[in-house]
C-alpha cells in the first residue's frame, strides 16, 4: 500500500540521517582534533637529511597581499629548496615588481622568474607553472598558489609526510588565515572550516581521492608516471584529475597537518558565489551522482527531510525537530571551526551571520551551479564536458 511505502521512505530516511550524521560529525571533530596542527611545530627529520624541494608559485594579476603572501616563501626555513616564480602576465606586470623587490630583498634565496608560461592545454595554472615544471632541479615539487601565506616550518611539516617512497602527494586542507577584514572574508573562513573541512576530512580519513591543489607537495616521477603535468592541461580542476589518476595507480595521498592559509586579495558576496558555482559546476560533471545529491548533506535539506519523516513515524513536532538539528549541527559546526583555527573565531554573532547566510543559500547556489556547464575562470570562459575536460570559448 501506500502507506507502506511512504513508511519505509521515512524509515529509510531516517536512518540515512542519523548514520551520515554521526559519521561525519564525529569523524571530523575527532580526527580533525587529533590530526590538524599535530606535527605543527614539530621538525621530523634533521635538516641534513632533507631531501631538496622545487617551489613553484603560480601568479596572475596583482592583488593587495601578493607581497605578503610571496614574502613567506623567501623566509621558509627549509634549508635546500629552489623557488620558481611563475608570472602570466608580461614584463612590465605590477607583479613583477613586487617579484624583483623581494628578489633584491632576499638575494641569497635560490630564485628563478618565469614570465608567460607555455601553452599546453586550455587549464591556465598548468600553461602558467610548465616551463618552471620543465625546468625544476628536485623531484619533489611544491605547487602552491599565490594567494596563499606559509609559515617559516610549513616545508618542513609536508615533507615529513614524504618519507614513505609509497606517498605521492601530500596536500593542505585549503582555510582562510587569521587577517579576516570582511563579512565576505568570514564567509570564506566558515565555509572552509566547517562544511567543506568536514567531507575533506571524512574523505581523507576514508583513504580517499579528496586533494585541494591550492597548495600541495608532489613527488614528480609519481606524476610523470601517470602522464605528466601537461598530460591534465585539458582539465580545470587539475588538482582532482591529477590526485584520482595517482589514487587509482595505488598511490598513496597524504593530508598535512597544517591547513593553507588563504589570504586573498579583496573577497566579495559575489566572488563567493562565484567560485561556488564554479566548483559545484566542476563537481557535478566530474562526480555527476555524488554532485547531485550534495544537497542531502546539507544541515537544511537534510533536516527538513529528517524531521518531515520523525514527524510521520513518531508524531515528533517538524519545528522542533528542526530546532534541536541546527542547533546541535551549528554546536558541531563550531567546534570544528575552533579546531581548524586553533582558538575561538568571533565575534560570534557575525560568525553565527556568516554561518546562516551559507547554510542558506548554499541550496541555491546548488541551484545555480547545476543550470549550465559554462564557467568563467579569470575573466575566461570555458565550457565542461562529462568527465571534466573544458573547451575555451
Known sequence: SMETVVATAAVIMLAFYGTYTLVAHGIALGFGKRWLHSRQQKDTTAAGDLPGVSIIKPIVGCDKNLKANLETFFQLSYPKCELLVCIAE??????MSVVRGLLGQYPTITAKVFVGGEVVGVNPKINNIMPAYRQAQYDLIWICDSGIAALPNTLQELVSHMTSPEVALVHQPPYVGTHVNSFSALLDKVYFGTQHLRVYLVANYFGQNCANGMSWLIRRTALEGVGGLASFSDYLAEDFTIGKALWTRRWKLAMSTMPALQNGGERTLTSYQARMVRWGRLRATMMPWPGLLEPFTECLVLGLLASVAASHLFGVGVAWFMVVHVGVWL??????????????????????????????????????????????????????????????L
Not at 565575534?347 to 541550496?363: C, D, I, Q, S
Open 90 to 95: 608580461p614584463d612590465n606586470s605590477p607583479a
Open 331 to 392: 554546536c558541531s559546526d563550531l567546534l570544528l571551526l575552533t579546531i581548524i583555527e586553533g582558538g575561538v573565531v568571533g565575534p560570534l554573532w557575525k560568525v553565527l551571520g556568516a554561518w546562516t547566510l551559507r547554510e542558506v543559500w548554499t541550496f541555491l547556489l546548488f541551484l545555480e551551479g547545476v543550470w549550465s556547464r559554462e564557467v568563467v575562470w579569470r575573466g575566461t570562459r570555458y565550457r565542461l564536458q562529462m568527465g571534466g575536460k573544458a573547451i575555451k
